[in-house]
């Protein structure tokens, strides 16, 4: 018997400032591709949820802390975030104004449409890496997904922000005692490290199990209070 293997059908394909980016369905999956590097899908959403609830959590007894989620993707993490009403403020920084698009009025609104219509949520098209360095806003967490993880990043200008000068652009915008959460597919001890040497006192790393391989991570560093 010969197994059969249902093709990606691409939905949008669009030319940005920083490469193409291309929405496709795969099955019943919604699936983001940027520079042919393939970043996220509808599978799951169980690392992006933990990268939110994670904040959360350090932070403590704060009320109505104002979070910065880095990426929209597939909308994971910004639906959990407007779930929950703790969250005072929420700010999604996006640079593709294709995957905004295809929140707003395309495939992806069937995930999202609630939490951008939420009145607390606010979508910025605009770099993170630029955001975080030219920014007069200040927030309590920051939950950062543009990439595969600190070593292996969609486009090169991303590797910045995982750098001593990116990290110190990290804790400017952060108020005492916020928190920095920033999602992996893989653990990095010398990322570990780098946090410590900017000046984080508390660093951990939380972990996903995933079906197979090595586990998704999340690398939690709070700013000193």
């Not at 992006?48 to 704060?62: I, N, S």
């Not at 009145?119 to 890496?129: C, F, G, K, M, Y």
């Not at 543009?146 to 952060?174: F, H, K, Q």
Request: hydrophobic share 40%.
């Amino acid at each position: 018997m010969t197994a059969t293997y249902e093709t990606p059908v691409v939905l949008d394909r669009r030319e940005g400032p920083h490469g193409e980016v291309v929405l496709r369905r795969h099955g019943e999956l919604l699936q983001i591709i940027a520079n042919g590097c393939f970043l996220m899908d509808t599978s799951d959403g169980r690392s992006e949820r933990l990268l939110v609830d994670a904040a959360l959590d350090a932070l403590g007894a704060r009320t109505e802390p104002h979070v910065l989620i880095g990426g929209l993707g597939v909308g994971f993490s910004l639906a959990h975030a407007a779930a929950n009403p703790r969250w005072g403020a929420i700010t999604v920084v996006e640079r593709e104004q294709a995957i905004i698009d295809w929140h707003l009025r395309g495939p992806l609104s069937a995930l999202s449409s609630q939490a951008v219509a939420d009145p607390r949520t606010r979508i910025v098209e605009a770099d993170l890496v630029e955001h975080l360095r030219e920014t007069s806003t200040t927030y309590d967490a920051l939950c950062l997904d543009i990439d595969n993880g600190p070593g292996w990043t969609v486009t090169e200008g991303n590797g910045t922000l995982y750098s001593p000068a990116g990290l110190a652009s990290c804790a400017r915008v952060l108020r005492p005692g916020g928190v920095l959460a920033v999602w992996s597919a893989e653990p990095s001890t010398e990322f570990e490290e780098t946090l410590w040497n900017a000046g984080f006192p508390q660093v951990r790393t939380e972990e996903v199990p995933v079906a197979r391989g090595v586990p998704d991570v999340v690398h939690l560093a709070v700013r000193p209070g």
